[in-house]
């Protein structure tokens, strides 16, 4: 009786300490105009960053500044630097000679303090993920860095960039936090080292690359590479000449694509190409099924390679095709009942139909082949 008194007592005790008071946030904006005529890099180490097209012949950058006090939030400024390969660099300059951790808050569903009302409601719904992990460590400016959503001074910054509306050249990269591009064009590159990327209603020759997280691009004209170490490559109604989408560890979906090329690779994970009009098309997975159906008549060559999975590939129901298939195990089969049978050895190992136009080629450890007409 006597230890519970006193275990009460100690608790209440606690109870009446004072509390330490809650971090109270402070906000600035600071403003960088940048020439658009040569290639430029925007760089921030924790935030969000958004580009849209703007009305002005350079490009316009402004950044809210997140701060845990004035003095910190003071710090925070747009530095021209040398970046790499030479490029001029307008990066956020943190104070990194006296601090090398940084918080940056778990925001949750917040988008930029927006609801999205559009019929694109569920693409915007799908960028909560903008962190990719409760810390990261990471290199900026020549120094490493710790960032985490619990720990380190609070000081982070989210950058609305504008360009013109004509092609321009550039490169933006966010370390930890995610990216939205929007209604631009020309040579642009998305990168993140932790932290999704979202891209729609874009032209040019556009690359995206993220370290951890996922990657998804919507309404792409023009050539097209997805890169990211752990995540998913999604896409949706993209054109151009090449596609190209490789993940270490992820998924990848592309659905009403058409191409020259397209390239699907991945470490492990399904591939899913949906109503594709390409003329080639290459798949690759260490472990996952992979499934691809080509609506289009321009289909000339399937290239097909899978660790252990499934390989269903679905092609126009007029279509003639040569296919070979290389497997460890499993079996053959095609929804074509004209389709004649090419023996190696006595044994199966592809099927002829017609002019044996389309080049169908898959190895496969371990899984099934199954070629049927349409979807």
Not at 241 to 259: E, Q
Not at 263 to 286: F, H, K, N
Request: net charge negative.
């Amino acid at each position: 009786m006597r230890k519970r008194t006193l275990i009460l007592s100690c608790a209440v005790a606690v109870a009446m300490l004072p509390q330490a008071p809650a971090i109270a946030e402070v906000t600035r904006s600071v403003r960088a105009e940048i020439p658009a005529d040569g290639h430029f890099a925007i760089e921030n180490l924790a935030g969000r960053m958004r580009v849209t097209s703007g009305t002005g012949n350079t490009v316009v950058a402004v950044a809210t500044v997140h701060a845990e006090d004035e003095a910190l939030a003071a710090t925070l400024n747009f530095e021209k630097v040398t970046g790499k390969a030479g490029v001029p660099t307008w990066r956020m300059s943190y104070p990194l000679d006296k601090h090398t951790s940084y918080k940056y808050p778990d925001r949750g569903d917040d988008k930029n303090g927006e609801k999205t009302q559009d019929a694109h409601h569920w693409f915007h719904e799908w960028l909560s993920g903008w962190f990719g992990g409760s810390n990261t460590t990471t290199e900026y400016a020549g120094r490493r860095v710790k960032i985490s959503n619990t720990s380190g001074v609070l000081l982070f910054a989210d950058i609305e960039i504008q360009i013109p509306r004509r092609e321009v050249e550039g490169t933006f990269r966010n370390i930890v936090g995610g990216i939205h591009g929007e209604g631009v064009s020309g040579k642009l590159n998305f990168d993140v080292a932790s932290g999704n990327i979202a891209l729609e209603d874009l032209s040019g020759k556009i690359a995206a690359d993220s370290g951890s997280g996922d990657i998804m691009a919507m309404s792409i004209e023009g050539s097209y590479s997805c890169d990211t170490g752990s995540g998913d490559c999604l896409l949706e109604k993209v054109r151009g000449d090449t596609i190209s989408m490789d993940t270490g560890s992820g998924n990848i979906k592309a659905h009403k694509v058409s191409a020259k090329r397209l390239s699907a690779d991945t470490g492990s994970g399904d591939v899913l190409v949906e109503e594709a009009d390409v003329e080639s098309i290459s798949a690759d997975t260490g472990s996952g099924d992979v499934e691809v159906a080509c609506d289009g008549i321009r289909l000339v060559e399937v290239s097909v390679d899978t660790g252990s999975g499934d390989v269903t590939l679905h092609i126009p129901s007029d279509a003639g095709f040569t296919a070979h298939a290389e497997q460890g195990s499993g079996d053959i089969d095609t929804g074509f009942s004209d389709a004649q049978p090419i023996l190696e050895d006595r044994q199966v190992v592809g099927y002829r139909r017609g002019d044996g136009k389309i080049r169908i080629k898959v190895g496969t450890g371990s899984g099934d082949l199954r070629i049927s007409p349409g979807v």
